[in-house]
């Protein structure tokens, strides 16, 4: 499902951006970006100190577009995917294929806002509209941690005097207290019949209930909710995965509605339902989901995942809040 172009990010490029420095006092440090001619790197193309200058170069070739505010943040840049509306399909596919793969490469440690950009005035408003804040350093990621955290300090707070919805210890969620709605027997029974089935957490009843239910024949078939975060139960021969979805178009209170509970969950399924599971995937969008990591596993892939983690994290980072179109 995941439509990766293959292009990696050159070297020069991630040592240019990991060690940046503020020249002769100037406000912006701007690293350009852009595919080579062969199709097989992102690599490095020049760099400004001036939006005016970045301005004078912009034509009707895709670019990417790194610009750190030394003013507001020195640790992180705004990501830009200039792509302009006179670009050819060809280029804007390519592209558009090879971000994700590039923000990895590049590392969210270092970025902040990640901006869709068809013209020089999407990039300068966007920029200014960035305010300093007590947040300033976090990345969104890290933004939407902490608010996680804020939450869950409030509901244990709470549940002295009402229906305790998650329980935490030392800030991560290790039970869940939301009714499960299982209906139709048990999930082991349930995934003889069918093989994928998606949850939902409906926070006005409280409680966990099966979104959907199909039968499919091959990874490549698997769909997922793309308007909130969903729990994903995929059985392929006699293995059972785990997909754990958070869209970045998901309301901020769902994120942390199923960050905290996503521990508790698991724990349900492999306490309460007896499954064995054995992989858990994390994804942002559902068209990062590596068919790979769900392609049925030999035994010595198993014994490897009893002796490692056999979580496996392939996020995409929140989009900022913003007027402007975000990636």
Known sequence: MSNQSGITADQELLDILNNSKQ???????????????????????????????????????????????????????????????????????????????????????????????????????TIKETKINENALLTEHEKIELQINQQQRQMQLQSAGGHQLVSQNNGVSTQLKFEVDVEGGSLIEQLEGTNLISFKIDSINENVKIDSKKNISTPTD????????????YKNGNLIYFIYACPSGSKVKDRMLYASNRSGFLKYLREEQGLSIARVIEIGEPDELEISLISTLTQEDLDKEVHHDSTVKKFNRPKGPGRRKRI
């Open 23 to 125: 020249q002769n006092d100037s406000q912006y440090l701007i690293v350009v970006a852009k595919i080579s001619q062969d199709s097989n790197l992102v690599k490095f193309s020049t760099q400004f100190t001036l939006l005016e200058q970045l301005k004078q170069n912009l034509g009707d070739e895709p670019l990417y577009i790194f610009i750190k505010n030394f003013q507001k943040d020195t640790k992180h840049y705004n990501f830009v995917s200039f792509v302009p509306d006179n670009s050819s399909i060809r280029s804007k596919m390519i592209y558009a294929s090879t971000k994700n793969t590039l923000l990895r490469e590049v590392g969210s440690n270092i970025l902040d806002q990640q901006i869709l950009a068809t013209d020089f005035n999407d990039i300068t408003d």
């Open 222 to 233: 698997i769909v997922i909710n793309t308007e909130h975060p969903t729990y994903t139960l």
